[in-house]
């Protein structure tokens, strides 16, 4: 069973910037795919970014890109999701998702992957 143990997030104004981080328990951590999804009170969870298990090719939702990095090192078993430019709508709880490696490129759907962190809040006041 892989763990994923979330830490960063909080409070910040429009315009600033957080890192978020996810760490794996997995020492395989290169094989697996990882997501970033985020969820707002009253919505559906909605697909951030992806990055592959090498971490050559990221994928972004269009509202985030120019603005959002994600990132890994797999020689720490770790997701970075960093943050610049954050807007009120940014606002929300964001998780990190995982998934062993079955096709080339990441699932942009919630549905796609296995393992979930336990969520980070996201507040980004106006």
């Known amino acids: 069973q892989v763990q994923l143990v979330q830490s960063g997030g909080g409070l910040v104004q429009a315009g600033g910037s957080l890192r978020l981080s996810c760490a794996s328990s997995?020492?395989?951590?290169?094989?697996?795919?990882m997501g970033w999804f985020r969820q707002a009170p009253g919505k559906e969870r909605e697909f951030v970014a992806a990055i592959t298990s090498s971490g050559r090719t990221t994928y972004y939702t269009d509202s985030v890109k120019g603005r959002f990095t994600v990132s890994r090192d797999n020689a720490k078993n770790t997701g970075y999701l960093q943050m610049n430019s954050l807007k009120p709508e940014d606002t929300a709880v964001y998780y990190c998702a995982a998934i062993r490696v079955r096709t080339a490129i990441p699932a942009q759907r919630a549905s796609g992957y296995d393992y979930w962190g336990q969520g980070a809040q996201v507040t980004v006041s106006s």
């Open positions: 997995e020492s395989t951590f290169s094989s697996y795919h």
